[in-house]
């Protein structure tokens, strides 16, 4: 079956896409994702798996706690603050992947940079062998 919400909201996505711009849109998710990373970069438990340099990044980044698996990161975050997570294991990149939206306000990235600080005080969880 067809996704009726889909085809009847994809116009007005379109016209929204319009009306910002994609260079206003690509400034401000660029903007977004910098103003969490920049905050949680200056702690040493946390390792950027992004690069800020403008050609290689934009609205997507990943990063990880020293000490800790990918995915009881993404739990304990969720669990603190509901927030949701992409965990990424993949090569030699183990991380949790945040995407930020147009509509992403600063108070939601203060709360996730807080909770990310706040993970990194803590003792990770023990694995079972």
């Given at each position: 079956t067809r996704s009726f919400a889909s085809e009847m909201a994809i116009s007005n996505a379109i016209d929204f896409h319009n009306v910002i711009g994609a260079k206003r849109k690509e400034e401000r998710l660029r903007y977004l994702k910098n103003y969490w990373t920049e905050k949680i970069a200056k702690n040493p438990k946390i390792k950027l798996n992004t690069s800020l340099l403008s050609a290689y990044?934009?609205?997507v980044a990943n990063f990880s706690i020293e000490g800790w698996k990918t995915e009881d990161v993404g739990t304990k975050i969720?669990?603190?603050k509901k927030f949701v997570f992409s965990p990424i294991g993949f090569e030699d990149v183990h991380g949790i992947r945040i995407s930020v939206n147009v509509y992403t306000s600063l108070p939601e990235l203060d709360?996730?940079?807080k909770a990310i600080e706040e993970t990194c005080t803590m003792t990770p969880p023990a694995r079972k062998q």
């Amino acid at each position: 079956t067809r996704s009726f919400a889909s085809e009847m909201a994809i116009s007005n996505a379109i016209d929204f896409h319009n009306v910002i711009g994609a260079k206003r849109k690509e400034e401000r998710l660029r903007y977004l994702k910098n103003y969490w990373t920049e905050k949680i970069a200056k702690n040493p438990k946390i390792k950027l798996n992004t690069s800020l340099l403008s050609a290689y990044s934009c609205a997507v980044a990943n990063f990880s706690i020293e000490g800790w698996k990918t995915e009881d990161v993404g739990t304990k975050i969720s669990e603190k603050k509901k927030f949701v997570f992409s965990p990424i294991g993949f090569e030699d990149v183990h991380g949790i992947r945040i995407s930020v939206n147009v509509y992403t306000s600063l108070p939601e990235l203060d709360m996730l940079v807080k909770a990310i600080e706040e993970t990194c005080t803590m003792t990770p969880p023990a694995r079972k062998q």
